[in-house]
C-alpha cells in the first residue's frame, strides 16, 4: 500500500521543521474514533500550518490536531477541543461561526462555534493520505483537495462527502495543493508537476490548464480584480494571469541579495486589496497592485512560514516554524522591526 511521500508535492517539504511532521505521520497510528488532541500551554508556539478569519477572530491550525483561537489579535490564545490528533493541514470559514479544516487520514472537521469546538465530518483512513485544502462556496456547497488527486464534494454542508476526482483530468494522479475561488471567473487548483485545472460551473465540470511552469505549485489566490489570480511554489516561482488561467506571467521577485529562491506557501487577500504571500526562509511578499509587482522581505530568524492572515489592526499573523508569530507589514516582529532603521 502506497505511503504519502514528499514528492515535491507539500509547501512544507521544502523545510526542515515542517518536514519532521510529515516523516512523522508515515508512521503514525490512525487515531481512534475518541481520540482528541492533546492540549498544551505551548500549543501556540509549535507547528502550525494555517490560519483564517472567524468574523474578528483569528483561528490557527497544525500538528497533533492543534487548533487555537484568538480573540485579542493573537496577544493570547485558546486551544480548541479537536477529535484528532494528525496533522491539520488547512482551515476555512464561511462566516465567524461556520469553519472547516482538513488533514491526515483524509479528515474534515467542522465547527458552528467560531473554533471553539470542533466535529468529524468525514474520515477515509484506507487512503493513508492527506488533504490538503478546503473551500466553501456557500453554506451547503464545498470542495475539498489533496494528495493523489484526491477531490472530494458536499453538497449539504458537510454531512456527505462524495469523491468527484473523475471529474478531472489527472490520469496520474497528482497532488492537488491548493484551491482558491477567483473573482467572476469560478474556481481553480493547483499541484505536483505544475498542474492547474479550472472551473466556471461550481466544480461541476473542470478544464486542464497548461500553465508555463512544470515544478510543484503549492498555492493560489484569487486578487481583488476580476479573473485575476496568481500561483507560486517551488523556487520562488510566482505566476499571475489575468484571464483565470489563458496566459501567465512569470514575476521577478528580488530579495535583498538576489532572486529569490526560496520556496512559497500560503497568502492571503487584505481588505484594500494587498496581496500578502509567505514562504520559506522567512519570506514575506506583498503587493499593492494586485500581483504585478512585489516588495520581498526576509525575516531575520529565517523561519519556514506556510500561512498568513490579517489582523483587525493591521498587523500580520504569521504561521509556521514556530507556531503564530505577529508581524508588522512587512512581516518582522516587533523586536526585529524597532532594530531595523
Do not use: C
Not at 498544551?40 to 472567524?54: E, F, G, P, T, V
Not at 468529524?120 to 484506507?126: G, P, R, V
Amino acid at each position: 500500500m502506497r505511503k504519502w511521500s514528499r514528492r515535491a508535492g507539500w509547501p512544507v517539504a521544502a523545510a526542515a521543521a515542517l518536514t519532521l511532521a510529515l516523516s512523522g505521520w508515515q508512521g503514525a497510528q490512525a487515531a481512534s474514533a475518541d481520540e482528541y488532541s492533546t492540549e498544551s500551554a505551548k500549543a501556540s508556539q509549535r507547528l502550525l500550518i494555517d490560519a483564517a478569519h472567524a468574523g474578528t477572530r483569528v483561528v490557527v491550525v497544525g500538528d497533533r490536531g492543534h487548533i487555537l483561537f484568538s480573540d485579542d489579535q493573537g496577544s493570547t490564545w485558546t486551544q480548541a477541543r479537536v477529535p484528532t490528533r494528525q496533522l491539520l493541514t488547512a482551515v476555512f470559514f464561511l462566516d465567524d461561526k461556520r469553519g472547516w479544516a482538513v488533514g491526515h487520514d483524509a479528515q474534515i472537521l467542522a465547527t458552528g462555534d467560531g473554533g471553539a469546538t470542533w466535529s468529524k465530518q468525514f474520515e477515509d483512513l484506507s487512503r493513508e493520505a492527506p488533504l490538503l485544502d478546503i473551500v466553501f462556496l456557500d453554506a451547503q456547497h464545498g470542495l475539498a483537495v489533496g494528495a493523489y488527486g484526491a477531490l472530494l464534494e458536499t453538497t449539504d454542508g458537510g454531512q456527505h462527502w462524495q469523491d468527484v476526482a473523475e471529474r478531472l483530468d489527472n490520469p496520474d494522479q497528482l497532488h492537488l495543493n491548493a484551491i482558491a475561488k477567483v473573482r467572476d471567473a469560478g474556481l481553480f487548483i493547483v499541484g505536483e508537476q505544475g498542474g492547474m485545472f479550472r472551473s466556471e460551473d461550481n466544480g461541476q465540470h473542470w478544464q486542464k490548464v497548461e500553465g508555463p511552469y512544470q515544478g510543484s505549485l503549492f498555492g493560489v489566490i484569487g486578487t481583488a480584480q476580476p479573473r485575476t489570480l496568481l500561483a507560486f511554489g517551488l523556487r520562488g516561482n510566482l505566476l499571475r494571469s489575468t484571464d483565470f488561467g489563458d496566459t501567465w506571467q512569470s514575476i521577478p521577485l528580488q530579495a535583498a541579495r538576489g532572486e529569490l529562491e526560496f520556496g512559497l506557501a500560503g497568502a492571503t487577500l487584505l481588505d484594500d486589496g494587498t496581496v500578502v504571500v509567505v514562504g520559506n526562509g522567512g519570506s514575506v511578499l506583498r503587493s499593492t497592485d494586485a500581483g504585478q509587482t512585489f516588495s520581498v522581505h526576509n525575516r531575520p530568524d529565517r523561519i519556514a512560514l506556510s500561512g498568513v492572515s490579517a489582523l483587525p489592526n493591521g498587523e500580520l499573523l504569521l504561521v509556521g516554524q514556530g507556531g503564530a508569530h505577529i508581524a508588522n507589514a512587512k512581516g518582522l516582529d516587533a523586536a526585529d522591526s524597532e532594530a531595523q532603521p
